[in-house]
Nanobody
Framework: VQLQASGGGLVQPGGSLRLACTVSAGTPSDYALAWFRQAPGNEREFVAALRWGGGRYAYADSVKGRFTISRDNAKNTVYLQMNRLNPEDTSVYYC??????????????????WGQGTQVTVSS
């Protein structure tokens, strides 16, 4: 399984970006797909996750109400729509996949596959 992340860039505070993560292999319904982020000097932190077959969505408190995770089954792609961005959202964003949904979705150690990361910079 390979994950290809894209969509990062430079955006002004208050702006929006949409990240995409394409999964190379088929995505059984119980897959967990997640976004994490890592700023310089910080640990990688959970942002959002979903169960590919539906029914499970989760967000970090810091992004709830601003970010939305979604999927396109036909394109084997998971998205992260990021609105009302602020400078604290500046990070490298990574997508991750796990073969089976877990209630421990916030932990990086739970994920089997990782994308290469895409830089998001929020600055005026």
């Amino acid at each position: 399984v390979q994950l290809q992340a894209s969509g990062g860039g430079l955006v002004q505070p208050g702006g929006s970006l949409r990240l995409a993560c394409t999964v190379s292999a088929g995505t059984p319904s119980d897959y967990a797909l997640a976004w994490f982020r890592q700023a310089p000097g910080n640990e990688r932190e959970f942002v959002a996750a979903l169960r590919w077959g539906g029914g499970r969505y989760a967000y970090a408190d810091s992004v709830k109400g601003r970010f939305t995770i979604s999927r396109d089954n036909a394109k084997n792609t998971v998205y992260l729509q990021m609105n009302r961005l602020n400078p604290e959202d500046t990070s490298v964003y990574y997508c991750a996949a796990r073969i089976r949904w877990t209630t421990n979705y916030r932990s990086t150690s739970e994920y089997d596959y990782w994308g290469q990361g895409t830089q998001v910079t929020v600055s005026s």
